[in-house]
């Protein structure tokens, strides 16, 4: 096993979010492997100046038209034309379709799924929110076509690495396929408290409707407390239109700005529904207990009463209680969670945890 040949494979480099973090790791455990991507964008070159990438004929498209959702029609054709001939495993890092990718049949193919595509089988309202009314009728025609090739795909991954239980339920669900959950590794040496608590809530991560973010908002509005928005996205700007005074928007963050934003807030507010739920568990290396929706990957991160507190949904509307939330955050103490508490829900899911499972997954192959 000492001599294998390792790739690995990416959705696309396009943003910076807890996917790259983990295909970091991997390249970290891993550091002589090619990593395959469907398109890589020129603003993150000088991050990664020292990997080996390799990207697929589709980058031409994306270097003229830099959106990849324009270009989904050519997903297909363009994961098709990576070459993984030389490879006895490829590990792919996924929540789209590189876990589609065609491997030799001597070879292995490993996909650490994040997710089944969330706009294809979980994000009901994905094409009320992002496609244009009069565009809607073909986009359904489009997505069932996707839907089909993607379910072939998943046949061919050879072993699913989850990265929660709340994953490993959706692989089962969609793909009918069993999954090991490894979780995904967070730097406990980096993320720790850089400074005193500050009287502010915080919110971070991509702006975009399905997060919730707009009901944090409203509820910080009319409770005229101070909120920190870390991050950017499509909603950023609508976001800003409708929140008071008392709501800052600090865009998105080198990691040791988000750092102390961690350390300084009274709590994390952590609203969406997610794959794993990494950030509160940065949040909680920090020394800051979040307050986190109880549906998703947070269910595996906080501990309520000890790391934070998890608030509901309200039945009628399969919505988040926000009579709850607003009740949570008056009431809020952040000197009741123990750091010391804090520090060791997070060590729990260290990057070195993570590698050697990894590591061993791998080494164990039948």
């Not at 080996?52 to 498209?61: A, H, N």
């Not at 990691?255 to 997610?274: H, T």
């Amino acid at each position: 096993m000492l001599n294998i040949r390792i790739a690995l494979v990416h959705d696309s480099f396009t943003q910076m979010g807890g996917a790259e973090r983990v295909i970091e790791d991997l390249h970290q455990i891993f550091p002589s492997a090619p990593v395959f991507t469907l398109v890589f964008d020129e603003k993150f070159r000088n991050h990664y100046r020292d990997w080996d990438i390799r990207t697929s004929p589709l980058q031409i498209f994306y270097n003229i038209l830099p959106k990849l959702q324009y270009l989904l029609l050519w997903i297909p054709w363009a994961t098709d034309q990576l070459d993984f001939s030389e490879f006895d495993v490829v590990i792919s890092c996924s929540s789209g379709f590189v876990k589609n990718i065609r491997v030799p049949k001597t070879a292995k193919h490993i996909c650490y799924c994040h997710t089944p595509p969330r706009f294809l089988w979980i994000d009901k309202d994905y094409i009320k929110q992002e496609v244009p009314f009069l565009l809607r009728p073909l986009a359904h025609l489009v997505l069932n076509r996707i839907k089909k090739w993607d379910l072939r795909g998943s046949e061919r991954v050879t072993h699913f690495i989850a990265n929660s239980k709340e994953v490993q339920s959706r692989v089962s669900a969609v793909y009918q396929r069993t999954s090991t959950v490894v979780y995904p590794g967070v730097d406990v040496d980096f993320w720790k408290a850089t400074r005193a608590k500050q009287n502010y809530f915080l919110i971070a991560g991509r702006l975009q409707a399905h997060k919730n973010n707009e009901l944090i908002v409203s509820i910080f509005n009319e409770l005229a407390l101070p909120l920190h928005v870390v991050g950017s996205g499509r909603q950023e700007e609508y976001l800003k239109s409708i929140a008071g005074p008392n709501i800052s928007f600090l865009g998105r963050l080198p990691d040791e700005n988000l750092r102390d934003e961690y350390s300084g807030a009274l709590g994390f507010v952590y609203p969406q529904i997610e794959d794993f739920g990494l950030m509160p568990l940065e949040a909680a290396a920090c020394g800051t207990a979040t307050i986190a929706y109880a549906k998703g990957g947070a269910l595996e991160t906080v501990v309520p009463g000890v790391t934070g507190e998890l608030f509901d949904v309200v039945q009628a509307t399969g919505l988040p209680d926000k009579s709850d939330i607003k009740k949570m955050i008056l009431n809020w103490q952040a000197e009741k969670y123990s750091k010391d508490s804090l520090r060791e829900q997070a060590e729990k899911f260290s990057k070195e945890k993570f590698k050697q499972r990894i590591l061993e997954f791998i080494y164990n192959l039948p």
